[in-house]
């Protein structure tokens, strides 16, 4: 067992600091947040793809040179700077198929759809072959990364613990998906269909998964699954 793993004794505690270290704390979360925020602010009172896109590439290298000025981790500032240049590859492959900008527009929205589609299908799969994801949290601390597969209650517990992470992803699809569709097909009005993924964007982003957080918090209250330490080889 790992010196982290020493320090905790229950799978719940081990959870909730690897969820913490993942997360980046409230800093972490808002650094993840505020250049989509800025992104959709910008669109929904501007109307300017160019300067929307601009403006929170500009935002995310502020958060990056400050982080860089700290000596303090660039991981979640890095995320957010990822996740704009792939919507912007997205809007320049619309741009050169002869996309309007209203079109450009809804192909920014795109990969966070296709993003959230993939991954509630690998949760759930994780689940449903009876490894699920959030166990290897566990294991990345005990140090043997399948161990904890042999103990039914940790099972159990990860598995709850999983499919809770993949309901903000597979709600984002579910209410994201059809307006998508329906814009991209001309079901409803472009305009109507942008403001909506907008809106949409950042009511199911941070205050969807904060929500889910607390309801994982809320499991891992509930019991004290003890750590097993395993067996030292002879």
Not at 14 to 31: C, D, F, P
Not at 83 to 111: C, H, K, M
Not at 133 to 156: C, E, I
Request: hydrophobic share 55%.
């Amino acid at each position: 067992m790992t010196e982290q793993a020493a320090s905790v004794t229950t799978v719940e505690a081990v959870v909730r600091a690897q969820l913490a270290k993942a997360l980046g704390g409230r800093r972490g979360m808002v650094e993840a947040a505020v250049p989509t925020i800025i992104f959709t602010v910008f669109w929904l009172t501007t109307r300017e793809l160019q300067l929307a896109l601009i403006v929170s590439v500009a935002a995310a290298v502020a958060l990056l040179v400050l982080r860089l000025v700290q000596r303090s981790t660039v991981q979640f500032v890095v995320n957010a700077l990822v996740g704009i240049g792939i919507g912007w590859l997205f809007v320049t492959l619309s741009a050169r198929n002869g996309g309007s900008e209203d079109d450009q527009a809804l192909a920014y929205f795109l990969p966070g759809i296709l993003y959230n589609s993939v991954y509630t299908v690998i949760l759930a799969f994780t689940c449903l072959i009876g490894w699920p994801l959030v166990g290897f949290m566990v294991g990345s601390v005990t140090g043997d990364a399948t161990a904890w597969h042999a103990d039914r209650p940790v099972v159990r517990l990860c598995t709850r613990l999983t499919l809770l992470l993949a309901v903000p992803c597979f709600l984002r699809v579910l209410v994201q998906g059809p307006i998508w569709l329906a814009g991209h097909s001309g079901s409803i009005d472009v305009d109507t269909a942008v403001a909506a993924l907008g809106v949409l964007k950042i009511a199911l982003g941070w205050p969807l998964q904060l929500a889910v957080i607390g309801a994982m918090l809320w499991v891992l209250g509930r019991d004290r699954t003890p750590m097993q330490e395993q067996p030292n080889p002879a």
